[in-house]
């Protein structure tokens, strides 16, 4: 279970002198201790902001509140965090709207504080007008950073206008890295530490991670982000640099999917850094696993202590290592698309989840039936469907689904790329097709508990991806080089396997290629 660090309770607050008489209501709800109920904290937070943001007082006067507020909002994005870590989508509608209208009301607190950055004046003391810009630009990317994290969680694309706040506030703390006084540089890397933070998480693609996997980075990242570069050049290698027009309201784009203009004006982001971090990490984790199996320890325990590991809390090992490598590959190699996609209006049947799956071949009930969606369009590779219709089902990305037309087809077994849900009654599924059919098995690994199997689906090669046969399983199935298949039908098939290699792990499932085992034990 992930760990949240949540403020819930926020101290007495202290009245800040010259505040205009008006604001007396929101200062005695900032100094009241926060409500139980989350959406009437909201409710709130959203009614005073609308007070402000309406109010045509100088700015002066209304900087004094500012600060308390922000700690108030974002105690309350603490709290829907908190919720939104067991929930799976599609979200219900009320938490739906509830977390869209958090997010819109953090944008409206920067909007505030964006009203104060224009308004700094020049003054005798640069350096102090300078650190007071810093700062400010740093909570407000703060703010915006919490927004964006809010809405990956929610399975939303980015609330409009989020990237062009974020890009008119960086443009205030870009030249503070290049000033030559030190102490500007040193206050400005931590402020912009909190875009890199948005743009890598960007670039890890958020609608195909899980709650819990975005959590867990967006904390991560408070640790390894100041590795990241951001800059208005071009930045190398190549390979792992991304760029973003300001004027545009678009997350920044990697040179693997399209190259930049050729024009001033540009930002730059490298998580080159970044993932040489992680490799680190990744060789170290792997040595720590290894050590634990061979003395026999738990693999759970303490092994990822933060102090030693230089890691969060919230995922277990296995499930780090998993998502560590898939850090990396997105920095470093960022994925472009390979198959252009063909709109389709079609219906098709989905079976959710690889026990269902299971079961439906086995001549079973699945779990959660069968249901109709629709195919909005299609590749070589996969499908995009969507559906309009309540789901009982647990959706993830990560997970698996069979995908047919009709009752006269085989499954396709295909693979949850990413979830977007924009509206609360609508739920949209990228998928990547992993099997052209299947059948069910069971396997043991060794070193495993006794006389206990897993279910899986074994694959037959797929022209184009994979030579071999392959095992869909369940995430952390595979534990050791050689396993047990026993395959049943007309007659009962036991075999011992080799596995060559892990292709792809996520959090619900692995794919592994094997072969039958030269040498049996």
Not at 87 to 109: E, I, R
Not at 305 to 330: H, I, K, M, Y
Not at 383 to 388: A, H, L, R
């Amino acid at each position: 279970m992930m760990t949240v660090r949540l403020n819930t309770t926020i101290q007495q607050m202290t009245v800040p002198d010259g505040v205009p008489k008006q604001f007396e209501k929101m200062l005695d709800w900032l100094a009241a201790e926060p409500e139980d109920d989350c959406l009437a904290e909201l409710a709130g937070l959203r009614g005073h902001l609308d007070e402000l943001r309406m109010c045509a007082l100088p700015v002066n006067e209304i900087f004094p509140c500012l600060e308390q507020l922000e700690l108030r909002a974002l105690d309350i994005a603490g709290r829907f965090r908190a919720q939104l870590l067991g929930a799976s989508l599609p979200l219900p509608k009320a938490l739906h709207d509830a977390t869209g209208g958090l997010v819109s009301g953090l944008q409206d607190l920067v909007g505030v504080l964006q009203r104060v950055l224009t308004s700094i004046d020049e003054g005798p003391n640069d350096t102090k007008r300078a650190l007071e810009e810093i700062l400010i630009g740093g909570r407000a990317l703060r703010l915006l950073g919490e927004g964006f994290v809010l809405g990956g969680m929610r399975g939303t694309d980015p609330a409009p206008g989020l990237w062009r706040q974020a890009f008119a506030v960086l443009e205030h703390l870009l030249p503070y890295l290049e000033q030559p006084i030190a102490g500007l540089q040193q206050a400005a890397a931590p402020a912009t530490l909190q875009f890199k933070r948005m743009a890598a998480i960007s670039a890890l693609q958020p609608e195909s991670l899980t709650a819990r996997e975005l959590a867990w980075i967006h904390e991560y990242l408070e640790m390894v982000a100041a590795s990241a570069e951001v800059a208005n050049a071009p930045l190398l290698p190549e390979g792992a640099c991304f760029w973003a027009d300001p004027g545009e309201d678009e997350a920044p784009v990697p040179y693997s999917r399209r190259v930049a203009p050729a024009r001033r004006g540009l930002v730059f982001f490298s998580a080159f850094g970044m993932a040489k971090r992680v490799s680190e990490q990744v060789d170290w984790l792997e040595r720590r696993i290894a050590e634990a199996e061979v003395v026999g320890l738990e693999r759970d325990g303490e092994l990822l202590d933060p102090d030693a590991s230089g890691l969060p809390f919230g995922l277990t090992p296995v499930e780090v290592l998993s998502l560590l490598n898939r850090l990396r590959e997105r920095w470093i190699a960022p994925p472009s698309r390979e198959h252009s996609r063909r709109p389709r209006l079609y219906s098709a049947q989905v079976c959710v989840g690889l026990r269902s799956i299971w079961a439906v071949h086995k001549g079973l009930q699945p779990k959660g039936g069968i249901v109709e969606w629709t195919v909005c369009n299609e590749s070589p590779g996969g499908y995009g469907i969507v559906s309009v219709s309540e789901m009982h089902a647990e959706l993830v990305a990560g997970m698996v689904l069979g995908l047919r037309r009709d009752a006269s087809e085989a499954w396709s077994i295909c693979l949850v790329r990413w979830i977007r849900s924009n509206e609360a009654e609508q739920i949209e599924l990228g998928l990547q097709v992993v099997g052209s059919t299947c059948t069910p098995v069971s396997i043991g690994f060794r070193g495993g508990e006794l006389r206990s199997t897993t279910s899986a689906l074994l694959l037959p090669p797929l022209p184009g991806v994979r030579n071999n046969v392959a095992i869909l399983a369940p995430a952390g199935t595979y534990t050791s080089r050689r396993f047990v298949l026993v395959r049943e039908g007309q007659h009962v098939y036991i075999a011992q396997g080799r596995v060559l290699g892990l292709d792809l792990q996520t959090a619900s499932v692995e794919l592994f290629q094997y072969e039958i085992d030269p040498f049996p034990i």
